[in-house]
């Protein structure tokens, strides 16, 4: 299964959180996210994946922060993990848009693990035919996995925007 959730800039510009959604994992996947097959190839295999992406009012993705990681368990620990992050943005045809500024990727564990916590951060700025200066709009998307020896990891989630406009929304989830 996957978990998801949408927050929409409402016309006073006060966030409206929708609700937390459960879909199978198949119906989740999002454009910048991997294709490849969530199933384990064994009883000690487990995959995640998490997509943190902002859109505009016509529902085009503007900036987006993906992990994926994979780890083995075995007698309640974690043997093996990593997990990798990527970003994507959208950019105008005239050379313009969204622009990947910077970005981390960490975890604390790679091997014999209780839990292994990883983080990613990505800031994005633009400039284009919204904003000619480029001084106006910038994204910071941070998302955490926990990954655990038993098969339920955690996913949280946090997007600051400089600014932002009507119908803008934040789409997040994790499979």
């Not at 929708?18 to 064994?42: E, I, K, N």
């Not at 990798?84 to 950019?91: G, I, L, M, Y």
Request: charged share 15%; glycine share 6%.
């Amino acid at each position: 299964m996957a978990v998801r959730q949408t927050v929409t800039i409402e016309p006073d510009c006060t966030p409206r959180k929708g609700p937390l959604q459960y879909v199978p994992a198949t119906r989740a996947a999002t454009a910048g996210a991997s294709t490849r097959s969530l199933a384990a190839t064994d009883a000690t295999t487990r995959h995640l994946r998490s997509w943190n992406e902002m859109y505009d009012c016509c529902n085009i993705r503007m900036t987006g922060l993906y992990t994926t990681a994979d780890w083995t368990v075995d007698n309640g620990r974690i043997r093996t993990a990593a997990a990798t992050s990527t970003q994507d943005f959208n950019r105008e045809p005239w050379n313009a848009g969204w622009s990947l500024k910077s970005a981390t990727n960490s975890q604390d564990c790679a091997t014999d693990c209780a839990a292994v916590n990883a983080v990613a951060n990505a800031d994005f700025t633009y400039q284009g035919i919204f904003d000619v200066t480029g001084k106006w709009y910038a994204n910071t998307h941070h998302s955490a996995v926990q990954l655990t020896a038993d098969g339920t990891p955690a996913c949280t989630f946090d997007v600051n925007l400089k600014h932002t406009f009507i119908g803008w929304n934040w789409q997040h989830g994790c499979e």
